[in-house]
């Protein structure tokens, strides 16, 4: 429930490189902020402010685009502008342990993202800004199919800010998009849109994955130029919220079917229709920019963090920060840096100290308090100790208070809440959290545990069921568990604090005209029927109250020692569990073992022993508790 451990991926481009030679003295490192970028450099503050200007253009274009006058960043980027070559390698991922040829990179990460820039070449921009489109996609625009997402990104990163007048011109194709396109069949449309992460035409190298990225470039510029942006909104509404084929959504959404669409297509790539357009900027030259220089331990600490977000220099960084720290044993961002390193080794006890230290040398850090948070869920669970929940709370009020747009820490503290029984306070940090980040399916899987919480079984139930589809093979396999969970609810009831209402919660829009598509089977607007019920009619239909259990449903795994069954369908199960002073056994009572939820296996057995087995129960007592459900594994 608490969510995945950070990840770490790397996204490169193959550029050709013009190398600066380098100067006899280390340059001083400076820090550019303008309204919502941070840029290091080493290259100068007027080449610095220049990099935080492209990207507050493009940051413009965005908005101007999908119509919005404010765009999330769910997790904080960081720009390291290089002023050559030479000192960019030190920074790139290796091949057979060379350092690869780049001008831009790349790097995302769970907690925060790099882009890296050569500033000693003509145009180091391209490739970066496709990745610099899926993150802000993940952050302003609800989940679609792969197609629209790498069509859009190769959109956006063809775009060219001319360097008079204010302008950027839109719409040119990819180098070799044009001969790729005409020069081979194209897709048919629900082909194309049937692609997934797990296809092969988008996983080999080839041809197929060349023409799957340049069409999908040409159906996005299509939905721009002939402005059907709003028809795609529903098409996405009824394909990723309501299941629809997408043949049948395609023509209630665009009113062709998908052989209309496949001409549509062909005639306005051999046409004459398709053009680039220009779109106007405000004067943002004159916009505040400040800037500071740097002192040497600081810049070191900034590169240091970049190292540990590549996985070929995690080991080289642990070492930059505790040299760091040797010089200058009160540096926060190394102390965080290296916390966070121990964290992903899972060396809790290492990490520890240094988020405290961090956390006291600059307090008004939020991500400091959320990895301490963090770091207190992930050492109960690797010593099977209670969680410290007000010690996490206290954390995550602290990082939300300083950074009000941090999706993370607002997902964890949902289930916290949820552990201490505040379902209403869990549903709306957990609304808050995929507010800031729509595609994050893990913040949509909390979010159905927080209706569960809540007794809303069938909104819930409408989640899982499209999280099951999903091709993300731990969401789809929660997916599945938690749909189990919500039948035994439905089957056998549940306390009655969950059987109560709570508003409809609107998921971002897929539109640009402010038109709000709601979460997976939730109406936006009260059915009349329903609500001129009478009082009478509603009451007979609510379901009796059931005994109230606040107890909440904890997990563990081990090993089915034995199962001991009575003659009136219930069970008492003996699982032995590992912890950090020795074996533990657990005594598991089942009311009636015929209506255990079982993941697994098809049928319960008073004949199990020595399996492996996964539990959501109850507590009763520090070695006894009531089973919800068990996994054979």
Same mark, same amino acid.
């Given at each position: ?230 028809? +795609?909104? &529903? ?13 049948? #959504? ?76 040797? #010089?200058?044993?009160?540096? %926060? ?48 669970? #690797? ?10 709370? +206290? ?18 503290? %949902? ?63 929660? #997916? ?110 089942? %009311? ?19 399996? &492996? ?21």
């Amino acid at each position: 429930m608490l969510g995945n451990k950070p990840f770490v991926a790397v996204v490169l481009a193959a550029l050709v490189l013009i190398a600066l030679p380098c100067r006899a003295k280390d340059p001083d490192w400076i820090e550019v902020h303008s309204q919502h970028f941070s840029v290091v450099s080493d290259a100068g503050d007027r080449r610095a402010r220049e990099v935080a200007l492209r990207f507050e253009q493009m940051y413009f274009v965005f908005g101007t685009l999908f119509s919005k006058q404010t765009v999330n960043t769910p997790v904080p980027l960081e720009i390291v502008a290089f002023r050559n070559t030479h000192e960019l390698r030190d920074f790139v991922p290796l091949w057979k342990g060379k350092p690869v040829q780049v001008a831009g990179l790349y790097q995302g990460g769970q907690d925060r993202n790099f882009i890296l820039l050569d500033l000693s070449v003509e145009d180091p921009y391209q490739v970066v800004f496709h990745e610099y489109a899926h993150l802000l996609l993940n952050g302003n625009y609800p989940p679609t199919q792969l197609w629209f997402d790498e069509g859009f990104a190769q959109y956006f990163s063809t775009i060219q800010v001319q360097v008079k007048g204010n302008q950027v011109q839109m719409g040119l194709a990819p180098q070799g998009a044009y001969e790729t396109l005409r020069g081979n069949p194209l897709f048919h449309t629900t082909d194309l849109f049937s692609v997934r992460h797990d296809s092969k035409v988008y996983n080999e190298n080839g041809d197929y994955r060349s023409l799957f990225y340049e069409q999908s470039w040409l159906y996005v510029h299509y939905l721009f130029d002939t402005k059907k942006m709003d028809q +795609a909104a &529903k098409y996405f509404s009824l394909t990723q919220s309501q299941q629809v084929p997408i043949a049948q #959504a395609l023509q209630q959404a665009f009113g062709m079917d998908a052989a209309h669409f496949d001409r549509e297509i062909h005639d306005y790539l051999n046409g004459d229709r398709m053009y680039g357009y220009t779109i106007d900027l405000p004067e943002m030259e004159t916009m505040i920019y400040t800037s500071e220089k740097l002192r040497p331990l600081d810049s070191q600490a900034i590169l240091a963090d970049v190292h540990l977000h590549s996985p070929d220099y995690i080991e080289k960084s642990v070492d930059e920060f505790q040299q760091i720290l040797g #010089a200058d044993p009160d540096n %926060a961002v190394a102390h965080r840096g290296l916390g966070y390193a121990y964290l992903l080794q899972n060396q809790f006890s290492k990490a520890a100290p240094h988020f405290e230290r961090a956390a006291v040398l600059n307090s008004k850090d939020p991500r400091v308090h959320y990895y301490s948070a963090y770091l207190m869920h992930e050492q109960a669970e #690797a010593s099977g100790t209670e969680e410290n929940w007000p010690g996490m709370l +206290a954390h995550l009020q602290t990082a939300i208070r300083l950074d009000p747009q941090f999706p993370d820490a607002y997902n964890l503290l %949902a289930s916290v809440q949820i552990e201490q029984g505040a379902t209403d306070a869990a549903l709306e940090s957990s609304k808050a959290a995929i507010g800031l980040s729509p595609r994050n399916l893990q913040f949509q899987t909390v979010f159905g545990q927080c209706l569960i919480a809540a007794g809303k079984w069938d909104d819930a139930e409408a989640i899982f069921q499209r999280l099951k589809l999903s091709d993300d093979p731990v969401i789809s396999a929660n #997916a599945s568990k938690n749909l189990e969970l919500i039948e035994q609810y439905k089957t056998h009831g549940a306390p009655s604090h969950m059987v109560r209402d709570y508003p409809v919660y609107k998921e971002k829009e897929w539109g640009t005209n402010g038109t709000q598509m709601t979460q997976a089977g939730f109406k936006t607007t009260e059915n009349p029927a329903e609500t001129s019920a009478s009082p009478s009619a509603a009451s007979a239909q609510k379901p009796a109250p059931v005994k109230i259990d606040k107890r909440p449903i904890r997990f563990l795994k081990g090993t089915l020692v034995n199962v001991d069954c009575a003659r009136d369908s219930s069970a008492l199960l003996h699982v032995a569990v590992h912890t950090s002073t020795g074996q533990k056994v657990w005594s598991m009572s089942i %009311a009636d073992r015929d209506k255990l939820v079982l993941v697994g296996t098809d049928s319960f057995s008073c004949e199990w022993n020595g399996q &492996k087995v996964a539990v959501n129960y109850r507590e009763a007592s520090s070695d006894k508790g009531d089973l919800v459900s068990l996994e054979i594994q």
